[in-house]
Each structure stands twice: as C-alpha cells, then as structure tokens.
C-alpha cells in the first residue's frame, strides 16, 4: 500500500509531493493514520542546511496528530482507533510526521481526550518534549518532574524567555505544574494576558532593550535557579546568565555561547529534545502517559494554533513563515 508524503528530493531542492510505502509497526511502535502537522522551525532549518539529514530523498517533520491504524507487538497501552499525538523522529522516513501514515514509539505518544482536537494535539510533542527535557531530564536541570510530585518547587522562581513560543508556553505550565511561586516571562508585551492564564506571575516586554528586561527580571527575584532560554540569542543569553543565582541551571535551545568561569557553580547547557535517548526515554514516557488526564482536566492546554490552508502542499508556506519570524503565539498546524 501507498500513501502521499511530503518529501525534499535533495538538498536543498523544493519540497514536492509523491507517494511512499506505509511502512508495518515494530516492536513497541504504532502506525498512525495522521490527521493534523504542527510545524517547527527545525524543519526549515533542516530543509536549509540538511541538518540532521543523512539522506535523501528525505520526509521531516516532528509533530503530529491522529488515529491508530496498527499496533505493533507488544503494545498494550494503544488499541486502533484510538486518538493520538505523537513525536516524529529525525533520520527517519517511517517516523517522520510530513505524510498520511507515520510510525511512532507506543511509550512515547499520547492517547487523546475527546476535548482536544487533532489540531491542538498536532502543537504538543516538541514543545513538551523540550519543555520536559529541559526541566526534567537528567542531563539537564534535573528538577523534580510533577508526575512524580506535584508543586515540588513552592517559593521558588523561574524565568522562561520566550514564552509565548510553543516551547516557552509548555515551560511555563509545567513550572506552574511544578509549584514554582514566581514564573516570570519573556514576549511581546500583546501575550501577557494569555501567558498569565497559562500560569506566568510576571511578563516582561521582549522588545525592551536588553539592560531593561535583566533590570526588571532583577527586581522582581534574586533567587532565580532555573532559565529556560528557549529563543538563545546572544542577548536572551545574556539575560538569563546575568539574572541566574549561584548553583543555577540555564537552559538553552541552541549551542550556548555562556562559558562559565572558572569557580562558577553555574550551568548553561543545550537541552537535546531527543526523547528516545535512553537518558531522555523514562522522564518523557512518564510525562506522555500522564499527559491524557492533564489535557482533559485542563491542567495543560495546548498551544493556540493557526490552521493553515493546503494540507502537506501549504507546509513550505508555514515553514517560510516561521523563517522570517512571521510566527507569534502561535503553533502553524495543517490538516490532512
Ligand atoms: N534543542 C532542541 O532540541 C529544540 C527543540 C525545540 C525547539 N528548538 C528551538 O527552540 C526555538 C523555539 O522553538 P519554538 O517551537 O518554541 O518556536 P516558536 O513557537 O516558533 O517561537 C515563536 C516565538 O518566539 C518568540 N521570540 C522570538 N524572539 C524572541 C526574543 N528575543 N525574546 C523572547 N521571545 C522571542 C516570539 O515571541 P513574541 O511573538 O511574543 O514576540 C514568538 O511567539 C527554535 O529556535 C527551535 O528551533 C530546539
């Protein structure tokens, strides 16, 4: 059997649509008829430069939305038919998300309450991947995750830089989810209502200029031990570094240019949101497999999205968008 994909041919070359097999599910995986895409900036990045591309022709893309086709063997927390979010994998043409029927790890997907749509859930698996990573990932933070205990982290302060971002708005409830007092916010001042309701106690204006916004991060908690920069930019570094209490962890969604001093018990390290690296798999599973109850008691909603017309033909239009920073607290989705 075949289906339509959406694949870049070689580097560098237009996307264009053609067919491809429906690969059958592995141990562990489940086929996934998609319904909904939610676009990331890696895939225009990838699409750019090949990165994390070995060959080609290549179909990317890293999150998605939609029913259970198949199970594979020994998957017992899925059945067909069941509604699902799920991430794509890098490297992969069977695990990518741009196309009809992808593959997915079962431990790694999200069974779906009947109050999320297929294009909310299509926002979830990078931003909340990352977010988790981030925090909660061994490598990095190493916070207390709230599906082992909620509110772990009462008086305490946190800053999110750039959280009107998908990863920025999934950091955010998950520091709500995890007790923190101060949750303080980075974006454009036009979200701050919308990041309040998500759990942020403070927005600060990103366009101020970069003194400003470390001043009024500084005024409002000296106390700051976690950064979660998810832009990395040279100035949004140099906020969350000059603001990070001593014995902090910050964050980063890039290479981070910070390079401690000697004697600083400060860190600044790349979260890697690969959820199937051994180190990543059991933090992100267990918050996967607490994830259908969160979303339907509301205690995480997803990000806002904005439906784009042309199912896989109207992706190169989103991704040109999100190059040239056309994107703002909003996740870009297509449906198929
Ligand atoms: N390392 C990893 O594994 C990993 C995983 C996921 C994502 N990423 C990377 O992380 C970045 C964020 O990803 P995303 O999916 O959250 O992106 P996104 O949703 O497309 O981010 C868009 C948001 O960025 C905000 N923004 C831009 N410049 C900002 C600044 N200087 N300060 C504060 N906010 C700023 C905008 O805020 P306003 O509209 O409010 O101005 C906008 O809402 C991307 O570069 C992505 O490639 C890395």
Redesign the pocket.
């Known amino acids: 059997m075949s289906q339509k994909v959406l694949f870049i041919p070689s580097k560098q070359a237009p996307f264009e649509v053609g067919t491809a097999e429906i690969h059958k599910p592995g141990h562990g995986e489940i086929l996934i008829k998609v319904q909904a895409i939610g676009l990331?900036?890696?895939e225009w990045?990838q699409h750019a430069f090949g990165l994390l591309i070995d060959s080609y022709p290549a179909i990317v893309g890293q999150d998605a939305a939609g029913v259970v086709e198949e199970v594979g063997a020994g998957v017992t927390n899925f059945v067909k038919g069941d509604r699902v979010a799920a991430r794509g994998a890098f490297n992969s043409n069977a695990h990518a998300t741009y196309q009809q029927y992808m593959l997915a790890p079962a431990d790694l997907s999200a069974k779906l309450p009947s109050n999320i749509s297929f294009e909310e859930a299509a926002s979830l698996p990078?931003?909340v991947d990352?977010a988790t990573v981030g925090l909660f990932g061994p490598m990095d933070a190493k916070l207390i995750s709230p599906v082992e205990t909620l509110g772990a982290y009462k008086g305490q302060s946190i800053l999110i830089?750039?959280?009107?971002?998908?990863?920025?708005a999934y950091a955010i409830q998950l520091a709500r989810l995890s007790g923190f007092t101060t949750i303080i916010a980075?974006?454009?001042a036009?979200?701050e209502a919308y990041l309040k309701s998500l759990g942020a106690t403070h927005v600060i204006d990103?366009?101020l200029p970069e003194a400003e916004v470390t001043q009024a991060v500084a005024n409002i908690s000296k106390g700051i031990k976690v950064v979660f920069d998810?832009?990395?930019?040279e100035?949004?570094q140099k906020i969350g570094w000059a603001v990070l209490a001593s014995g902090g962890h910050m964050c980063t969604?890039?290479v981070t240019s910070i390079k401690p001093q000697e004697g600083d018990s400060r860190k600044a390290k790349?979260?890697?949101?690969?959820p199937t690296m051994p180190p990543n798999r059991p933090v992100c599973s267990a918050m996967w497999a607490q994830f259908t109850k969160w979303l339907e008691d509301g205690s995480i909603r997803p990000n806002k999205v904005e439906v784009i017309p042309g199912g896989l033909e109207g992706i190169a239009a989103g991704l040109d968008r999100?190059k040239t920073?056309q994107?703002?607290?909003v996740?870009l989705v297509v449906t198929l």
């Open positions: 990331n900036p890696i990045k990078t931003g990352t830089i750039g959280g009107s971002g998908s990863v920025g980075t974006a454009s036009r979200h990103r366009n998810t832009i990395t930019e100035n949004t969604t890039h790349w979260v890697l949101s690969v999100l920073d994107v703002s607290g996740k």
